[in-house]
């Protein structure tokens, strides 16, 4: 079965970086477009950013547009996202998933991993 595993979360200061992993296995990765998404207490599921298949071509939600950076290696089955300049309001579990579109909907997407907590101090 399809299977996303996230990784690379943690605690970080106001400024710091991370990067977030997830690793896809039970479909052919080359041929997946991927979403990141997340999800604060009490707050609904936010789009992070997405990438194609083809090109790839990538797209941000407003709130990490210029900060966050998504990026995929094919040979790995494996999707990252690169935050940089993160804020308190960055403190999220965060989730990648794979479906038909590269959407910022999170209905149009079949398959989710468990989520990483990423925690960023003030």
């Known amino acids: 079965q399809v299977q996303l595993v996230e990784s690379g979360g943690g605690l970080v200061p106001v400024g710091g970086s991370l990067r977030l992993s997830c690793v896809v296995s039970g479909r052919t990765f080359s041929r997946s477009h991927m979403g990141w998404f997340r999800q604060a207490p009490g707050r609904e599921r936010e789009f992070v950013g997405a990438i194609t298949w083809t090109g790839p071509t990538t797209s941000y939600g407003d709130s990490v547009k210029g900060r966050f950076t998504i990026s995929r290696d094919n040979a790995k089955n494996t999707v990252y996202l690169q935050m940089n300049s993160l804020k308190p309001e960055d403190t999220a579990i965060y989730y990648c998933?794979?479906?038909?579109?590269?959407?910022?909907?999170?209905?149009?997407?079949?398959?989710w991993g468990q989520g990483t907590q990423v925690t960023v101090s003030s």
């Open positions: 998933a794979t479906g038909p579109w590269a959407s910022g909907d999170p209905g149009k997407y079949d398959y």
